[in-house]
C-alpha cells in the first residue's frame, strides 16, 4: 500500500531482548511501546538471533517499509574516547589514532571491526565500533525486512545527543544497560571529557549507598573528583531507588520526564524510546 | 554541548528523510517550487513580450503602409502639377503688371511702339518687343528705359528693319532686369 509518510519506529537492542517503539495517538503523539522479544537463554549472545527476532517482530506487526532508528546497547559494542594527534593533516591521521588506540585498550586488531567516530581534530572524539559480521548481520535483516534505516547508534551517543545540553558542568551522564555502566564525564565547560564503559553486577547499584560506593571506586580509577549532580536518562529496573533519593550526595537526577506506567523500563525498551 | 555523529547506518534516501532531513527536504522542496515559479513567470512575461512585439509591428507595418499611401498620393503627378501651376498662377497674379505697364507706357511714344512684354518671375527679366521708325530712336528708348527706377542691365537682343513695311521700321527685341515690387 502506498503510504503518504513511511511510519517511523525505533528499535532497542540489548544483548538479551529487542523492542520496537512508534509514535502513536492522531493528535498527541506518543512514544509507545510496541512489541518486544527476549532471547532464549541458550541463544543468549548470539547476534544473528536477535536479527532474527526483529525480523519476526516486523513481520507480526506489519512494520515494513517503516523509518527505523536503531539504539544498540553499550554492551554490544565499543566505545571509546580518543584525543587527536597533534599536526593531523588527513581524517585518516584520525582513524589511524583510533584504530592504535582501539588496539591498546581492547588488546586486538581492529579489522574486523566497523569503526565509525564523531572525529574531531581540536578536542577528544568518540570512537565506536562494532563487528562487521553483526552488522552484515543487521543490514540483511533490515534489506529483507524493507526498513529504511536512518541512524543505527549506541545508546551513549544517542543519550548524549539527546540530554547534553542538560548537562552541567562537572557533572556525570551515567547509563545502565545489560550489566554495564557507561559514564560521561562532562568538564568544566559541560564539554565531553571521558568515559568510562564498565561491567556492573545489579547488586553494585542496587541502592543508594552500593550505587555511591561503586561510583567513588570509578572516580578514584579515573582519578577525577566525585560529581556534584549525576544525571540519569532512562530509570530502568536497577535504578528504582532513584525516585525516591532526596538529599543524597552527589545528587541524583532523572532526565526521562514521560515514563511508561510502571515508571521502570527494561533494558531494550529503554533503549527503544530512547531512539523515538 | 555538540552533537555527536556517530552512525553505523548506510547513507541512503532514509538518513536524508530523517530529523533534519525532513526540514533540508522541505526547504528544498521551497526552493524547487520557487525556482518552478520564477521560471514559469520568465516563460510568461517571455510570451507577453513577443505577443508585444507582434503587435508592435503589426502596427509599425500599419505605419509604414499608410505613410506609403500618403506619400503615394502627395507625390502623384497630376497634383504636383497642379500645385505647380496653382503656385505659378499665384506669382503671376503677385507681379505688380500695372506698375510695369504705366512704366512702359510712359516710354513709349509716336516714334517707338511696345509691341510685346514678357515677364519671366524666375529670372526678374522682362523680355521686350518694340518698334522705333529708325535707330536713334530706338537707343534712346534704351537710354530712357536704363533710366527708370527700378529696371537695370537693359541688353539689346536683336534687332532688325522690318523691310515689308513701307516706312521700314526698326523691330528691336531687349531684356532688362526688373528690381522692384513683388519677389516671386
Known amino acids: ?276 | 554541548m555538540k552533537t555527536i555523529h556517530i552512525n553505523f547506518a548506510t547513507p541512503g534516501f532514509g538518513q536524508l528523510l530523517s530529523g533534519a532531513g525532513w526540514r533540508f527536504v522541505a526547504i528544498a522542496m521551497f526552493i524547487c517550487l520557487t525556482l518552478a515559479g520564477a521560471a514559469s513567470f520568465i516563460v510568461y512575461m517571455n510570451l507577453q513580450r513577443e505577443e508585444l512585439q507582434q503587435q508592435l509591428s503589426d502596427l509599425q507595418t500599419q505605419v509604414k503602409r499608410l505613410q506609403k499611401t500618403k506619400q503615394n498620393s502627395a507625390t502623384s503627378a497630376p497634383l504636383v502639377a497642379s500645385q505647380e501651376a496653382m503656385g505659378a498662377l499665384a506669382f503671376q497674379l503677385n507681379l505688380p503688371w500695372a506698375q510695369l505697364l504705366r512704366t512702359f507706357d510712359g516710354l513709349s511714344s509716336k516714334q517707338v511702339a511696345l509691341l510685346e512684354l514678357i515677364p519671366d518671375p524666375n529670372t526678374r527679366k522682362i523680355a521686350v518687343t518694340a518698334e522705333a521708325r529708325n535707330s536713334a530712336q530706338m537707343t534712346r528708348y534704351l537710354e530712357s528705359v536704363k533710366k527708370q527706377e527700378g529696371l537695370s542691365n537693359v541688353r539689346l537682343l536683336h534687332h532688325e528693319i522690318n523691310a515689308t513695311d513701307p516706312q521700314q521700321p526698326i523691330r528691336f527685341e531687349f531684356e532688362v532686369q526688373w528690381s522692384g515690387g513683388a519677389t516671386p
Open chain 1, 1 to 276: 500500500m502506498l503510504k503518504f509518510r513511511p511510519k517511523r519506529i525505533s528499535v532497542g537492542i540489548s544483548p538479551g531482548s529487542v523492542v520496537v517503539s512508534a509514535a502513536q495517538g492522531v493528535w498527541r503523539r506518543k512514544n509507545q511501546i510496541v512489541a518486544g522479544r527476549t532471547v532464549a537463554p541458550e541463544k543468549l549472545g548470539v547476534f544473528q538471533h536477535l536479527c532474527d527476532l526483529l525480523a519476526g517482530l516486523v513481520a507480526e506487526h506489519g512494520l515494513q517499509g517503516s523509518t527505523t532508528r536503531l539504539v544498540l546497547s553499550d554492551a554490544l559494542l565499543r566505545l571509546w574516547l580518543v584525543e587527536p594527534p597533534a599536526n593531523v593533516g588527513a581524517l585518516s591521521d584520525l582513524k589511524a589514532a583510533a584504530s592504535a588506540r582501539f588496539q591498546s585498550l581492547f588488546g586486538e586488531s581492529p579489522s574486523t571491526w566497523e569503526i565509525r567516530g564523531d572525529w574531531q581534530s581540536d578536542r577528544p572524539f568518540v570512537v565506536s565500533a562494532l563487528p562487521q559480521v553483526w552488522l552484515q548481520a543487521l543490514n540483511n535483516v533490515l534489506q529483507a525486512s524493507r526498513l529504511q534505516a536512518d541512524a543505527i547508534s549506541p545508546h551513549s551517543v544517542v543519550a548524549l545527543n539527546r540530554w547534553g545540553s542538560r548537562l552541567t558542568a562537572g557533572s556525570w551522564l551515567f547509563l545502565y544497560q545489560d550489566r554495564r555502566v557507561t559514564i560521561l564525564i562532562m568538564d568544566a565547560q559541560a564539554a565531553l571529557a571521558g568515559l568510562r564503559h564498565v561491567q556492573c553486577g545489579p547488586q553494585e547499584i542496587a541502592d543508594e549507598f552500593s550505587c555511591s560506593q561503586f561510583l567513588r571506586l570509578q572516580a578514584m580509577l579515573m582519578g577525577v573528583p566525585m560529581p556534584p549532580v549525576i544525571y540519569i536518562p532512562d530509570l530502568i529496573m536497577e535504578l528504582g531507588w532513584v525516585r525516591y533519593a532526596r538529599g543524597a550526595q552527589p545528587q541524583y537526577r532523572l532526565l526521562q520526564k514521560a515514563l511508561p506506567e510502571d515508571g521502570l523500563l527494561s533494558s531494550a525498551a529503554a533503549l527503544a524510546l530512547a531512539g523515538t
